[in-house]
């Protein structure tokens, strides 16, 4: 059974930092692609940051030189690195496991997290 959870999500002030954990059971995540995703009230859902097994990095622009993604493969960890977030970030962050080529669409992916609530106050 593959179980991704996330954690670390709160409340912060906006300016602020956090970092969100997904650990992931069942599977090793150094054969897949890992993935950020977040969906706002009232907005689409968007993949905003993905990791591939090689370690290459992409970044949506809304979050770009904010927002870093990594990966502990020996502790089978993915994480998020949120730097000066501010409201608009306020969302539920979800991080999800792609064992395809098809990284840009919710679709593409195997496995994902139950989701884990980030509010930003400005």
């Known amino acids: 059974q593959v179980q991704l959870v996330e954690s670390g999500g709160g409340l912060v002030q906006a300016g602020g930092s956090l970092r969100l954990s997904c650990v992931v059971s069942?599977?090793?995540?150094?054969?897949?692609?890992m993935g950020w995703f977040r969906q706002a009230p009232g907005k689409e859902g968007e993949c905003f940051a993905i990791?591939?097994?090689?370690?290459?990095?992409h970044y949506a622009e809304s979050v770009k030189s904010q927002f870093t993604i990594s990966r502990d493969n020996a502790k089978n960890t993915l994480y998020l690195q949120m730097s000066s977030p501010n409201p608009e970030d306020t969302a539920v962050y979800y991080c999800?496991?792609?064992?395809?080529?098809?990284?840009?669409?919710?679709?593409?992916?195997?496995?994902w997290g139950q989701g884990t609530q980030v509010i930003v106050s400005s």
């Open positions: 069942g599977r090793t995540i150094s054969r897949y692609t």
């Open positions: 999800a496991a792609n064992s395809g080529t098809v990284v840009f669409d919710t679709r593409g992916y195997d496995y």
């Open positions: 990791t591939w097994s090689g370690g290459h990095t």
